[in-house]
């Protein structure tokens, strides 16, 4: 599996919009990047996930660029309650079906 | 649907005691997952079921470790012989199939071995 680099912390200013940036250079063609993020005290949370187009769903937004080697998760309008560690994973196939390779994450304070 | 669940969801015991963790997935997910977290790292693989057969197991999966899916249902961890070192949150996530592309966490269980 590719390995993926993070930010060890981000802050971000409530309301505004948080860009979360992850690096992947060796990720190859079948492989889709997956973000999932951890509150304090609670399990991993599936966010979102892509291959090479940009994605958005009701929580987020994904950016892959053209070459795949990197990718940033937008949260439009931060709130505190998106304080949390946010944890950008490889992963061969669109499917959960393998087991998940957690690197250290990016922990993001939300600050008022 | 009530989430994936963890009993018990803290446990102290000493070292060299056994222990035993129960999950409770989603109804009807055929996958079930066991992770490891430590303090400040991100979750570590342990082992995978499909229904009741348990598909891979990580090298951390020592021999004092043992999962069971008995009915493909709820899951339970066993570790034996505790050692410090286990101290850890042990987390559960489920998934409806292999094709999913979202696993479910539970809360976890956090042991603390003294």
């Known amino acids: 599996d590719a390995k993926t680099t993070q930010p060890t912390s981000m802050d971000c200013a409530e309301g505004r919009a948080a860009n979360l940036p992850c690096n992947h250079s060796?990720?190859?063609?079948?492989?889709?990047v997956y973000w999932y993020r951890q509150i304090h005290s609670q399990g991993p949370q599936y966010i979102i996930h892509g291959l090479k187009n940009n994605e958005t769903n009701e929580m987020a937004s994904l950016i892959i660029t053209e070459d795949r080697k990197s990718s940033t998760l937008i949260l439009p309008h931060a709130t505190l309650r998106d304080t949390a560690v946010y944890y950008c994973i490889v992963m061969p196939g669109e499917n959960a079906g393998n087991m998940l390779t957690f690197g250290g994450g990016t922990r993001l304070m939300v600050k008022p | 649907d009530t989430g994936v669940s963890q009993d018990p969801r803290h446990k102290i015991t000493k070292r060299g005691q056994n222990v035993t963790f129960r999950c409770d997935p989603i109804s009807e997910h055929n996958r079930l997952y066991w992770y490891r977290q430590t303090l400040g790292q991100g979750p570590e693989f342990l082992t995978y079921f499909q229904n009741e057969a348990q598909l891979e197991k990580s090298r951390l999966l020592s021999d004092r470790f043992s999962a069971e899916r008995p009915k493909g249902s709820f899951s339970t961890l066993e570790i034996q012989r505790t050692e410090q070192g286990d101290s850890a949150m042990y987390l559960c996530?489920?998934?409806?199939?292999?094709?999913?592309?979202?696993?479910?966490f539970g809360p976890g269980t956090r042991l603390t071995v003294t």
């Open positions: 060796t990720i190859s063609g079948n492989e889709y």
């Open positions: 996530a489920s998934s409806p199939t292999m094709y999913s592309y979202e696993q479910y």
